[in-house]
Structures are given as structure tokens and as C-alpha cells.
């Protein structure tokens, strides 16, 4: 509301036709302080440690070319050591609640935030699919590369977030991620093993289809966690990550019911075929699933899948070095061309910029105005008698004309 300095009117502002934007990103993206901005670099580092490990510790548990241990069990292990991290982070936070605050443990407190949260099933349930497309994806790639082809991603899930979020992207941005594709492209070449098969396919049908599985999927469970974890952005963290982590546990052990359906009692045994590199990689997945949930709540998922990129380099060189993948100058080429899409993307200039907005005005008078308005039309009408009694004055002087 405005008021003039001249007439002390006020005009009350309404905006009009203004693009909807999702209440789950909408409500706190403009909230930007000094200490989220050290929470998203402190996210970016951790994720790039983090998930550029992954491919090597998957790669150091083949034998033989395959999998000594069920894919489906390691995902269960990974999904019930975060529901028992996320039931620990509740019990540290009830002991430290303030005088009043209701217990995060509570059964009516749990049960409401069950209840908020029941949309949380979506991304665990496509979790549970991704994680297992994680090492089916190993048997046809290197690790680099699987690193590369997990970065088209960010793509789908720009395209997502336009689609379910109403987020807005610059034209600047939509090449950014054009380039991230081609860098994706340029080092994908020739990086297809030869004389393997997958699902009796050709290898190149096989892998590829894999591929398109294994960006589809994890791109729409990304979108919908962070909109299920901002939608109910004052719901404690740790009450949606055991919801998210224990329907996770429930999906993968219903995957080890089926596998032991097919392959026999003997696959029900969940440790069967682990060792020591396996127990890293269930660490190692359980502390990049709970890194995730804080980048979807309190960051953004373009920010942790560009930062994954940065992994790429890491997860290239660890793999040159450990066991004997040369970098290719198509890699070269390919960790360049993103670098440069990623400082595209987040440069200032490649920024939305604010639309012109339809502004209706509407008058509305203050206390003040409106009694000078009154003053005023108690003169105007005072005005109007006085003119009306000299007109009749007039009349009356003025001569007969004759007919």
C-alpha cells in the first residue's frame, strides 16, 4: 500500500497474473544467508568425496566381471544403517529440546509427520530401482564413464523441475546444459566394451537401454524428494529421512523376497558373498543418501547434480590409477566442456530476470484524505447553492424580452 505525499491517498497494490510457482520451492528459495551458503559449499564438497568414491568402491567388489553378493541385498544393508543414523539424530535431538517444545518422539508428533510425509514413498521406491541400475551399470561401463553418463541427469531433471515445479530457466542456462550434453557426448565415444551382451540384446541395445533407465528414474525420484522434503519444510529432517530411508528398506527388502522367489531360499541370505570392500560401499551409499536429503531440503537438486560432475574428475583419476583406465583426450575434452557449461549455468548473468509484473491500482482513502475529501465536498456544495442563489438573483433582474 502506498500513500501520496500530496493528496495522502493510498494505493493498494495487487498483482495480477503473476506464473505459479510450486509452494514446495517458492517459500524459502529467496532465503539466502552467509550460513547457507557455507551449508551448500560444505554439501558440494562432501557430495564430490563422496560420490566419486562410489563407482571405485562398486568396481573393487566384481569378481570375475560380476557380483559375488546380491546387488538388492547391499541397497537393504545401505537403507537400514540411515534409518538407524536418522532414529539416532532423534534421540540426540529430544534430549536437547527447549522447555515447551513437544518431543520429536512422541507418538502424536511421529504419527503427523507420517501422515505429512506419506509422499516420500514415490522417491524411495524409485530409489530402491536406481540403486540397483547403479551396479547393473558397472557390468557394461568403467567407472569414469559411469560417472559422465549419470550427469545427463541434470538435463531430465531441469526439464522435470519446469514441468512439476514451475522452476524458470534463462535461454543462457538451457545451453549450459546443451554443453553439458555434448562434454557427456565427447567422452562417451568409443567407451562401449565389445563381445559382452545384456538381456540376450546386442551390447550397444542393452547399454543404452540401461542407460535411458538409469537417467529417467533417479532424475523423477530427485524432483519429487525435494518437493516431498520443501513441501513440509517444518517438519524436522531427520522424521522425513526415517520415513524416506525405512519405505526404502521395506521396497529393497520386498526386491530380496522376490529374488529368493527365483533364485532360491539361499539368496535370502542377505550377508552372503559381502566382504570388507562391501561394507565401505554400504557406508560410503548411506552417507551420500543422507548428504542428498539435506541438499534437496536446504539447497537445490541442479546444485547437487552439477556438483556431482565435479566428482567426475576424481572418480577418472582414482580409476587411472587404481586400475589402469586411461584417460582418454576425449575425457579431456569432455571434464572441460562441462566445467565450462557449469560455470554457465551459475553465472550471474545467465540469471532469470524478474518478469514486468500487470499491477492493478486500486484508491483507498486514509482517515486523513478523507476528511480533507469531506471538507471539500461540504465547500463544493456550499458553492453550488451560493451559484444557484445568484443565478435566481440574476433571473429575476433580468428584462422581460418582448414576444
Request: aromatic share 10%; glycine share 6%.
Amino acid at each position: 500500500m502506498i500513500e501520496c505525499s500530496v493528496c495522502h491517498s493510498t494505493l493498494e497494490l495487487e498483482t495480477v497474473g503473476g506464473k505459479t510457482v510450486s509452494r514446495a520451492y517458492d517459500r524459502h528459495r529467496h532465503q539466502v544467508s552467509s550460513k547457507t551458503r557455507f551449508l551448500n559449499v560444505a554439501l558440494v564438497v562432501g557430495d564430490c568425496i563422496l560420490v566419486g568414491l562410489q563407482p571405485i568402491l562398486v568396481f573393487t567388489t566384481k569378481v570375475d566381471g560380476g557380483f559375488k553378493f546380491s546387488p538388492v541385498s547391499v541397497n537393504f544393508l545401505t537403507e537400514a544403517v540411515k534409518v538407524f543414523f536418522a532414529i539416532v539424530m532423534l534421540l540426540l535431538q529430544a534430549r536437547h529440546k527447549k522447555v515447551g517444545e513437544k518431543s520429536l518422539l512422541s507418538f502424536s508428533t511421529i504419527a503427523q509427520a507420517a501422515r505429512n510425509n506419506v509422499l516420500l514413498a514415490v522417491p524411495a521406491f524409485l530409489y530402491a530401482i536406481n540403486n540397483y541400475l547403479k551396479f547393473i551399470m558397472q557390468l557394461y561401463f568403467n567407472p569414469a564413464t559411469v560417472k559422465m553418463l549419470s550427469n545427463l541427469k541434470v538435463f531430465v531433471i531441469a526439464l522435470l523441475l519446469k514441468i512439476i515445479m514451475k522452476r524458470r530457466f534463462s535461454i543462457i542456462q538451457w545451453e549450459a546444459l546443451a554443453l553439458l550434453l555434448i562434454g557427456i557426448s565427447v567422452n562417451q565415444l568409443r567407451s562401449l566394451p565389445e563381445g559382452t551382451s545384456a538381456l540376450g540384446l546386442p551390447v550397444a541395445t542393452g547399454a543404452y537401454l540401461y542407460t535411458l533407465i538409469f537417467v529417467t528414474v533417479p532424475s523423477l525420484a530427485s524432483v519429487f524428494n525435494e518437493y516431498a522434503l520443501k513441501s513440509q519444510y517444518d517438519t524436522s529432517i531427520y522424521h522425513q529421512n526415517l520415513f524416506l530411508y525405512g519405505y526404502g528398506a521395506i521396497f529393497n527388502f520386498l526386491g530380496i523376497v522376490i529374488t529368493a522367489m527365483f533364485k532360491g531360499p539361499s539368496s535370502f541370505d542377505i550377508l552372503q558373498g559381502h566382504s570388507k570392500a562391501t561394507m565401505l560401499l554400504i557406508c560410503n551409499n548411506a552417507a551420500q543418501g543422507i548428504l542428498s536429503s539435506f541438499f534437496f531440503k536446504y539447497a537445490d537438486t541442479i546444485l547437487k547434480k552439477y556438483s556431482s560432475t565435479v566428482a567426475t574428475i576424481f572418480t577418472g583419476l582414482a580409476s587411472a590409477a587404481l586400475f589402469g583406465h586411461t584417460l582418454t583426450m576425449n575425457f579431456i575434452l569432455g571434464i572441460s566442456i562441462v566445467f565450462i557449461s557449469m560455470h554457465q549455468f551459475f553465472s550471474p548473468l545467465s540469471k532469470v530476470k524478474d518478469e514486468p509484473k500487470n499491477i492493478s491500482l486500486e484508491l483507498v482513502d486514509s482517515p486523513k484524505n478523507k476528511r480533507s475529501k469531506d471538507t471539500s465536498f461540504i465547500d463544493m456544495a456550499a458553492g453550488a447553492n451560493e451559484d444557484a442563489s445568484h443565478r435566481a438573483v440574476n433571473e429575476e433582474k433580468a428584462p422581460l424580452l418582448p414576444v
